[in-house]
């Protein structure tokens, strides 16, 4: 798949994970993206790490949105307790 593609997987994956873990974001849409995108990756980076199955096949594979899916809440919740335990402590 190209980075165009990765692009656009990662900006709807990080919209999905912002729907399964509602609450209040120490970033905004942006940051929300930038993790989208950054999900992505992970989760499938994860996929083949962990489990030995290759989590990319394509654009329109249900695999390959569940692991950017998985991806994009991993680091949207390891974004918020980071991000979270900065501003109390500030």
Known sequence: MGIIAWILIGL?????????MPGKDP?????TMLIGIAGGLLGGWLGKVILGVDA??????????I??????VILLALYR????NR???A
């Open 12 to 20: 709807l994956a990080g919209a999905i994970a912002k729907a399964l």
């Open 27 to 31: 970033g905004g849409i942006i940051i």
């Open 56 to 65: 990319i096949n394509g654009f329109f594979d249900l695999s390959t949105w």
């Open 67 to 72: 692991a950017a899916v998985i991806g994009s």
């Open 81 to 84: 307790l980071v991000a979270g």
């Open 87 to 89: 501003r109390r402590h």
